[in-house]
Every structure is written in C-alpha cells, then in structure tokens.
C-alpha cells in the first residue's frame, strides 16, 4: 500500500511538472511566434500596450508555474532518493535539466523584474520608442529562453 501511494504522489508531481512546463514553454512559443508577429501590423501606441498587458499575466503565470515547477522537481527528487534508501545517484538528463533550468529561471528574474519594469515605466510615460526597445529586450530573452527550454525537453527524452 505504500508503495502505491508512493508512485501516486510520484505520478502527481510528474504531472504537476509537466503540465508547469508546457505553460511556460507553449506560452513562449505563442507569445514568439504567434502574437508579437500579429501585433505588428497596430500602431507604437497600441501595440506596446497590448503586449504590455499580454505579458504582465503571461509573466504572473509563468511565475507560478516556476515555484510548480521547483516544488514537484524537488519531490520527485525527494521522493526517488527515499525510495531508494539514500543512496541516489541523480541521472545526467536530470541534472542537465535542473542546471539548464535555473538558467532559465534567471533569465526569467531578469525579464520580469527589470525588462518588464522598463516596460511598464514607458507605457506609464506613454514613451512608444522605449517601450518598443524594452519588447525588444524581452523578445530576445523568451527567445533565449526558448530556446534552453527546447533542448531540455528534447535532452531528457532522448536521454
């Protein structure tokens, strides 16, 4: 019976893991490649706006997502180290993983505390090329992100 419920709080955070990633990983792809291209036919006004708006609760999002992520990461972890009397040897592919993924937790710090506050700063001054300039910023940095996060996915399941 233990053992059982072992392998559902095991299953649970896998899942909770997962499904914290494609949220933050599929939010980049749609944010990259979907919305900012089709943003781009509004003008400096409404375009900096909107993207503004779209990021502060993608961000929010992400965030929360983040703290899913380390807390089910960590007890999978726990929970495996456990299972196996302490003597747990973490796999490359894991480690590979949780190192690129503090990576990307800070470039996600960096976007969220200081890019998206210049952004903020220049819809609030209603300074368009500014704002233009810190989407700028942010745009090179989800695609970075995107990047690290792709070849984590494709890393631990080909590991």
């Excluded at 990983?25 to 036919?41: D, T, W």
């Excluded at 996600?108 to 903020?120: C, D, T």
Aim: glycine share 10%; charged share 5%.
């Amino acid at each position: 019976m233990a053992a059982q419920c072992a392998a559902m709080l095991y299953n649970a955070l896998k899942l909770t893991h997962v499904l914290s990633i494609i949220v933050w990983i599929g939010g980049m792809v749609f944010a990259h490649f979907f919305l900012r291209p089709a943003v781009q036919m509004l003008e400096p006004p409404q375009r900096v706006a909107l993207m503004h708006g779209v990021l502060q609760r993608f961000l929010g999002a992400v965030a929360i997502a983040i703290v899913a992520v380390l807390t089910s990461g960590l007890g999978m972890i726990g929970a495996v180290s456990i299972g196996a009397g302490g003597a747990f040897s973490m796999p490359l592919d894991w480690t590979i993983m949780a190192a690129l993924g503090i990576v990307m937790m800070g470039i996600f710090a960096y976007i969220y505390f200081a890019l998206l506050s210049r952004l903020e700063q220049a819809v609030a001054a209603s300074d368009w090329p500014a704002g233009g300039l810190a989407l700028a910023s942010i745009r090179t940095w989800v695609g970075v992100n995107l990047l690290i996060g792709v070849v984590i996915v494709v890393l631990t399941l080909l590991m």
